[in-house]
């Protein structure tokens, strides 16, 4: 979402540019506290839900999480009232990821245990991204962005087979084990199914009879071969974004445009021979 200041020679205007601009020192330190603030309240979250530590520093857990909130509060109520449509920020994703992470607190003065909602803090994390200008500045990032892109149908067509082999197995392992053998419904058996593919064995339930064990043994051997076909298409293309990327990287010493294609032999803008 672009944000857009009120007036250019407003109060609001001036927040504007520190809030939303890290092209002024005043923007940039605002952003570097932004990111420190955001990390501190995630990490008093995260030690606050040990609970050897919660019931040696709950006060203090309890006084940082209000000081936090506090101050994104304030941090939001000026995000609102500093751009010219405060109700498109306040239903864009970061605008309700920000009140998400404040409500929580003040809810919690009325229903008791509501502050365990302010793990939905985390997701300000994602501001990071944002304030760094990573999505859309990082060459890196791009690149992977189209190759999971361009791998989407492919990887669609994979899942869509593979949920097709572990409902056929779910309920061949149902009718083979039975209720008996814990294999209760096709979806215990789907589930026992997903646990044995993708080799991770729970050991919750397992098969008792020659069948069933003889089964199994072919899903574990199928879930090794399997295991490796989304990494592999996902690995071809970001292979091909990546030849890409260096053939498109040429640059003109004339004219200095980025570009050119690897069998160009001249620039495209100036003619001049690369």
Known sequence: MKE??????????????????????????????????????????????????HIAYESFFTRLEWFFTIVFTLEYILRLVSIRNPVKYAFSFFGLVDILSIL??????????????????????????RILKL??????????????????????????????????????????????????????????????????????IA?????????ASFIMLTGFTIIAVPTGIF???LNKESKRGRKLSRKCEACGLVGHTENANYCRRCGVEL
């Open 235 to 237: 690995a071809a293309e």
């Open 104 to 129: 929580p607190t003040y809810i919690s003065l009325f229903f008791a245990g509501a502050q365990t909602l302010l793990v939905i803090r985390i997701l300000r994390v994602l501001r990071i991204f």
């Open 135 to 204: 999505v859309h500045y990082s060459e890196q990032m791009q690149t992977l962005t189209r190759a999971i892109s361009n791998s989407r149908h492919k990887l669609f067509v994979f899942f869509f087979f593979i949920i097709t082999v572990l409902i056929l197995f779910g309920s061949v392992m149902y009718l083979i084990e039975g209720p008996e053998n814990d294999f209760t419904s096709i979806p215990h058996g789907i589930y026992w199914a997903v646990v044995t593919l993708t080799t991770v064995g729970y050991g919750d």
């Open 4 to 53: 857009e200041a009120i007036n250019k020679d407003s109060w609001r205007s001036k927040i504007f540019k520190v809030i939303y601009h890290a092209d002024t020192p005043a923007g940039k330190w605002f952003d570097i506290l932004l990111i420190v603030f955001i990390v501190l309240s995630v990490l008093t979250i995260i030690l606050d839900s040990v609970n050897d530590l």
């Open 207 to 215: 098969p008792h009879t020659v069948l069933g064990r003889a089964i």
